[in-house]
């Protein structure tokens, strides 16, 4: 079942397939977001809105929005 | 080279430790341009790396790839793909984080493409051990075919080793990480060709990034997008591909060089941590509660050492005028100068705890998670998680705090965090606050611990704040956009501050606020000193004359007397015809002639509004200089026979400074930072405006 970062819950880990946004994905991939790489949700900011995630020992914060375009498989 | 000195570009991803390394190599000998800010502008220093080859080292921002995002990270893109430029480095110097390679390698791997002769520095070894992992630093260096040192940029390990090896000759890798597409190769060699660009990589940048790459001409930008038009290379169709293949090439470099992949302990730590100070009610509470701190530091600890200082110069000031023979030019010394600097250095020790706060909170990790905190509720206000940090710098200077602003990359957001930001109680008004607060409010202490005038400052902060904020929230509605906005940033682990870090911030940003500021204050309390010295020559000549006869029925004795020729003076001179001449104007603020006067000479600077009430009332007193708190407490008004300086006035005055733009640097960097006058002039009316309404409204609510 596909579904994106902001549908995780905290802690939950998945594996990223792939981006609905070029413009975003072309950023998220210079952070090291790739396609095929661990992605574990860690917490939400107050308000839910940012998020943190850990890609490969990085923790990154992200809005929802951003977070949505990145769908995942688990 | 020229003369044995070469040129090292330090740069690496943001906080991999390149400002502590840059500190190690250069010492106190550097460099910084006019107007410096944290990650802002690029910092130059001189290194010896042996005896005969001295190194100008140049700290780039941080930057994760070639691929700018913001007006920062734009200049280091410009640096590596021009080799005609004149900061063109010789050699550079990747800080890699040796905890996480992975996203340092990015921008290492297209360094090797343009062939620049890099050494890699892995910082942070001492964590990555901590986390179980050990890397293969040969195995790295021989993969990469570049020299690898293992630093320690906290502590300053390995900084002699990494010396060594950028005096001796270095060449670029010969690895190559990108393969360009075969149906792009021709229009590439066009580009190479054309500009005789070294390599394959610099001449597909220029194709890429026609538009972020300054020094092109309008002709040759023209001539690359003709070019591309006609090979039907569309920008950014190949970018995902590249770091897609760059990341392949980095994953099977450290499957080889990483020995033992990390365990998460130490990260652990962090996000225990974070559960705190990010917490819904806890992460608010903390934060509110670090400002508050802020304040109370600066109002408190600051007090002993800005007494000795106003101690010292003013018995200084007055043992030289004592000493020195008479005459106008030993009165400007002794009348002018002398406190005119006093003025300036009395401000030091605030200015240098705020700053050691802030870059303790950036050096933490703690300012990310405040970023973090405020991105919702400030994108409610038009602005920006990352405008947190230049309206909290705009406590300290709003000039660094508007350069600062260059990493918000949405445009609107940026332009309304610059418009704002000078609504933020800069250390500037700290000066006129201090006065005027220790005027108007008593020394008490609430509950033994909370000083009330410590809180009245915090008030005033907050009234910046929310002006700020809410004149944010009005520009959501006007300015419109249909560019994206962006916040995707990593949130640093958290580790203690690197001390000489944050000790090189409070020279840096000091040394800026008494050259910047202090030249135009300086300057201001000179030019006011003659102004108040001096009138029209018959006026001031008559002025014992006048004097005697109008006193004569009172009795008064000789000191009195002298007294009352001053202020004749005064108020004939120059400087009073000045201040009377806007007294109709400031009248139904509560303020008279001789505020008047401070108004007129800050409104290049705010902070000269101390400098002038001193000199105004110091000056012709034939007393002990008394401080200037004192002098104003006992200040009458000659129309209510009360002190001129009642709570209304005070109010008034700091309402009006609170609001109103009073500094022309900061008019000059808005103007640089929006490429016009529009935004500037903007700024202006609308604050001087909000300054004036307000504090009439205060004046005739509170008398």
Redesign the interface.
């Known amino acids: 079942m596909a579904k994106n970062v902001a549908e995780m819950l905290p802690g939950e880990t998945a594996i990223i397939a792939g981006f609905a946004d070029?413009?975003?994905?072309?950023?998220?991939?210079?952070?090291?977001l790739?396609?095929g790489t661990a992605i574990r949700f860690?917490?939400t900011?107050?308000?839910?809105?940012?998020v943190?995630v850990?890609v490969?020992?990085?923790?990154?914060?992200?809005?929802i929005d951003?977070a949505s375009t990145i769908s995942v498989i688990n | 080279m020229e003369n044995g000195r070469i040129r090292i570009a330090l740069t690496g991803k943001p906080n991999a430790g390149k400002s502590s390394l840059f500190n190690h190599l250069t010492g106190l000998n550097q460099k910084i341009g006019n107007f410096p800010g944290v990650t802002v502008d690029k910092r130059m220093g001189y290194c010896q790396l042996d005896s005969n080859t001295q190194a100008e080292i140049i700290d780039l921002p941080g930057i994760?790839?070639l691929?700018p995002?913001t007006l920062d990270e734009k200049i280091v893109t410009e640096i590596f793909s021009d080799q005609k430029s004149e900061l063109y480095p010789d050699k550079v110097v990747l800080i890699a984080d040796a905890?996480?390679l992975?996203?340092c390698m990015?921008l290492l791997t297209q360094l090797i493409d343009l062939r620049i002769p890099t050494v890699v520095a892995l910082n942070m070894m001492d964590l990555a051990a901590k986390s179980g992992l050990s890397i293969d630093v040969k195995r790295l260096s021989s993969l990469l075919d570049l020299p690898v040192v293992m630093i320690n940029a906290r502590k300053g390990h390995g900084i002699y080793e990494l010396k060594r090896l950028l005096a001796e000759p270095l060449s670029a890798s010969r690895k190559s990480v990108f393969q360009i597409d075969d149906e792009i190769k021709p229009v590439i060699a066009i580009i190479r060709n054309h500009f005789t660009l070294a390599t394959d990589y610099e001449a597909y940048h220029f194709l890429q990034q026609t538009d972020n790459l300054v020094f092109l001409t309008q002709e040759q930008r023209a001539f690359i997008k003709a070019v591309a038009k006609e090979h039907q290379f569309f920008p950014?169709k190949y970018?995902?591909a590249e770091?897609?293949m760059r990341?392949g090439f980095i994953q099977e470099l450290l499957n080889k060089a990483i020995v033992k992949p990390?365990h998460?302990d130490w990260?652990r730590v962090?996000?225990g941590i974070?559960?705190v100070l990010?917490?819904?009610?806890g992460?608010?509470l903390i934060f509110f509660g670090v400002l508050f701190l802020i304040f109370q530091a600066i109002f408190a600890w600051a007090q002993i050492p800005m007494d000795f200082i106003d101690s010292s110069f003013a018995r200084l000031s007055n043992n030289l005028s004592r000493q020195l023979p008479e005459g106008p030019f030993f009165e400007l010394i002794s009348q002018g100068i002398v406190p005119g600097i006093g003025g300036i250095v009395i401000f030091i020790p605030q200015i240098a705890i705020l700053f050691a706060c802030i870059a303790i909170l950036e050096e933490s990790g703690y300012m990310?998670r405040v970023?973090?905190?405020m991105?919702?509720?400030m994108r409610k206000f038009g602005l920006n998680?990352k405008s947190v940090v230049p309206l909290m710098s705009g406590w300290a200077c709003a000039i660094p705090a508007i350069m600062a602003t260059r990493t918000i990359d949405n445009w609107k957001e940026r332009l309304i965090t610059i418009f704002v930001t000078p609504f933020m109680s800069c250390s500037a008004r700290l000066p006129v606050f201090t006065i005027l607060v220790a005027l108007i409010i008593p020394d008490v202490k609430l509950f033994g611990f909370f000083n009330y005038q410590g809180m009245v400052l915090m008030g005033l902060y907050l009234l910046g704040f929310l002006a700020a904020i809410l004149s944010a929230w009005a520009m959501k509605f006007i300015i419109r956009t249909k560019e994206?906005s962006?916040?995707?940033?990593?949130?640093?682990?958290y580790r203690m501050p690197r001390w000489p870090n944050v000790g090189y911030t409070i020279v840096e940003k000091t040394k800026t606020f008494v050259f910047e500021a202090g030249r135009v204050i300086l300057a201001i309390s000179i030019i006011l000193w003659v102004l108040a010295s001096y009138g029209p020559v018959d006026e001031m000549n008559d002025a014992k004359r006048v004097v005697r006869s109008e006193s004569s029925s009172l009795q008064l004795s000789e000191a009195e007397i002298e007294n009352r020729v001053a202020a004749y003076k005064l108020e004939h001179s120059y400087a009073g015809k000045l201040g009377k001449g806007i007294e109709p104007l400031i009248r139904p603020l509560g303020f008279d002639w001789k505020i008047g006067i401070a108004l007129v000479t800050s409104f290049a600077a705010r902070e000269v509004f101390v400098g002038t009430i001193a000199t105004i009332y110091s000056i012709g007193s034939t007393e002990d200089q008394p401080t200037i708190k004192q002098r104003l407490r006992s200040e009458i008004n000659p129309e209510t026979g009360g002190p001129r300086y009642t709570p209304a006035v005070g109010m008034s005055l700091l309402i009006f400074y609170t609001f109103a733009m009073q500094c022309m640097s900061t008019l000059a960097i808005v103007k640089r930072e929006t490429k016009g006058w529009k935004w500037p002039l903007l700024q202006l009316a609308y604050m001087t405006g909000l300054a004036y309404l307000s504090a009439f409204i205060v004046f005739h609510v509170m008398s």
Request: net charge positive; with cysteine; glycine share 8%.
């Open positions: 070029e413009q975003i994905g072309l950023k998220l991939l210079e952070l090291g790739l396609p860690n917490f900011a107050p308000f839910g809105d940012p943190c850990s490969s020992d990085v923790d990154l914060s992200l809005r951003e | 994760y790839s691929y995002r905890t996480n992975k996203n990015l950014h970018q995902g770091t897609v990341y990390s998460r990260k962090s996000h974070d559960r990010t917490h819904k009610v992460g608010y990310a970023v973090f905190l991105d919702k509720a998680g994206r962006f916040l995707m940033m990593e949130l640093p682990t």
